[in-house]
């Protein structure tokens, strides 16, 4: 397991939401900022929930469930 994977996608977290902020402002732009920003911040949140696995096995399911890394 890569420890500093919880890192980067906390880091790729904040560069996507700093990245947002500086698109521009419209109706459009409003959904493309908001659908990139959920989508970005839950990774993060997918693989913190796969720490709590109880094995590799469930690790590794838990993580293909969710779509983050294929391990």
Not at 2 to 13: A, C, E, I, V
Not at 32 to 61: H, M, P, V, W
């Amino acid at each position: 397991m890569d420890k500093g994977l919880g890192q980067r996608l906390f880091n790729f977290s904040v560069n996507i939401i700093l990245l947002t902020r500086t698109l521009s402002d419209g109706k459009e732009y409003d959904v493309i900022k908001y659908q990139l920003t959920k989508s970005a911040t839950s990774s993060g949140a997918n693989y913190e929930e796969a720490q709590a696995a109880s094995s590799k096995l469930d690790f590794r399911n838990k993580n293909f469930i969710k779509g983050n890394a294929r391990i």
